[in-house]
């Protein structure tokens, strides 16, 4: 990480010996898309139907049943410096920020499992036509619901002040990261993308739970293009997404997505219909919640497997 801190100095004088122009507020962001990335922010509804959970939800068996994702917002690119020159070559400041729900649909005594809220601030290089690279700062908040802890009698509600709040006595309350990120964009074909990123989640404040022991994640994804022979009608699209905690012994965690992706032309947003696949652990983060010894193999990590159809909107 301080290696890379050191870099960013001489990305900006690089990009600074060009002449270029700057712009506010551009249209887009350079940094694509992951798109089977579910905790990226956007605008999305899905319908997951859950052949494996390890989410308590008071009734029998080992299946899930059928839930709900929703998610809520999206990324901007603040200010851009891009060079005149024939290789492109710039820097932008982005902007992230979303919120992704947990739902046990069409039950009756658990409706919200769980939420978190996420966002980041990220320099943005371009070293190239094919090639982006960012460094930033990522927020993570993950939070057990309210109706969820209710019916489990942990918080009564409506609560009146804070000690109907349960004092440590349940997992979720204290599940947040601030961590480093940086990450690399790769298009060695038009119509394929890679991606890698590492974050190092530091200990800033006293209530970031054990995360001075295991620091480190790692996502990576690869995206397949389709097209129709059609631009204005849109393109089918096979991405592929992992990543692995440190805290949960590196156990990766899986989503394959498949569907029809429509673009305007000249434009950032997009939209998505598709289907999904997961296996790995939890959704919502406090799920996950480890001691200070985290687990000993990847059959201690708690997993779950889902199938989905959903809707995605993305713009960046």
Not at 205 to 227: A, D, H, K, S, T
Not at 236 to 253: G, I, N, V
Request: glycine content about 10%; aromatic content about 16%.
């Amino acid at each position: 990480m301080r290696r890379a801190m050191m870099l960013i100095p001489a990305l900006l004088c690089s990009c600074l010996l060009f002449a270029g122009v700057w712009t506010f507020a551009p249209d887009d962001a350079w940094f694509p898309v992951p798109l089977a990335d579910r905790n990226h922010p956007r605008f999305s509804l899905s319908f997951p139907y859950y052949f494996e959970q390890e989410i308590d939800t008071l009734q029998r068996g080992e299946r899930g049943g059928l839930r709900e994702f929703l998610e809520f917002g999206g990324v901007k690119s603040l200010l851009r410096y891009a060079s005149e020159s024939d290789t492109p070559m710039g820097a932008e400041l982005s902007l992230g920020a979303g919120l992704i729900t947990l739902f046990d649909s069409f039950a009756d005594r658990l409706d919200n499992l769980g939420w978190e809220g996420s966002g980041f601030l990220t320099l943005n290089f371009r070293t190239g036509e094919h090639t982006v690279a960012r460094f930033g700062f990522h927020h993570l908040s993950s939070h057990v619901g309210d109706e969820y802890l209710a019916n489990y009698g942990v918080i009564g509600l409506p609560m009146e002040d804070d000690a109907d709040l349960a004092k440590g006595a349940t997992y979720g309350f204290n599940y947040v990261r601030d961590s480093l990120l940086l990450g690399i964009s790769y298009r060695p074909l038009p119509l394929m993308h890679l991606y890698l990123e590492a974050r190092y989640s530091m200990r800033m404040f006293i209530y970031m739970y054990c995360y001075n022991r295991f620091p480190w994640q790692v996502r990576m994804g690869l995206e397949l293009f389709v097209p129709t022979g059609d631009e204005a009608i849109g393109t089918w699209y096979l991405a592929l997404h992992a990543d692995a905690f440190q805290e949960s012994s590196w156990c990766p965690s899986s989503t394959i997505q498949a569907g029809f992706l429509v673009k305007a032309k000249g434009k950032a947003e997009q939209v998505r219909i598709g289907l999904e696949y997961q296996w790995g652990r939890v959704a919502i983060a406090a799920f996950n919640h480890v001691d200070n010894t985290g687990p000993d193999s990847w059959d201690e990590v708690r997993k779950e497997r889902y199938f989905a159809i959903g809707a995605w909107y993305d713009f960046s």
